[in-house]
């Protein structure tokens, strides 16, 4: 995957899946002030959501890591512009599914980045 797809771009609702998407070569494009808003439940400034949406409109992002754990108006917008822009959305979560080894858990992910990437 890295081979294939290092320097592209992509977008996180929250920082949790940066390690396995820097891992992989990409990119994260979404700016710290959002991601860390949606993290902390700050709330994310109008600005920083403003820049965040049009990195779909202007598409210079291939997948958006969106968080399931962690919603509200701003992840909804951001979610809602990736779907409406043709941008593969890969579900990331912050915990260990049940059922799951942590290896398939990471399996999985890595599958879906893969598979969004396409």
């Excluded at 890295?2 to 929250?14: F, L, N």
């Excluded at 700016?31 to 902390?40: G, I, L, M, Y």
């Excluded at 291939?62 to 941008?87: M, S």
């Amino acid at each position: 995957m890295k081979a294939a797809h290092s320097g592209e771009g992509v977008a996180i609702t929250e920082p949790v899946p940066l390690y396995v998407l820097q891992a992989c070569g990409l990119v994260n494009k979404t700016p710290a002030k959002f991601s860390e808003a949606v993290e902390e439940g700050t709330g994310a400034s109008v600005r920083a959501l403003q820049v965040t949406l049009d990195l779909f409109a202007k598409h210079e992002v291939k997948l958006l890591a969106y968080n399931e754990h962690t919603a509200g108006p701003e992840t909804t917008a951001v979610l809602n512009a990736a779907k409406q822009n043709q941008v593969s959305v890969v579900p990331v979560t912050e915990t260990l599914p049940q059922g799951k080894t942590y290896l398939s858990w990471m399996r999985n992910n890595l599958v879906a980045v893969q598979e969004g990437l396409k």
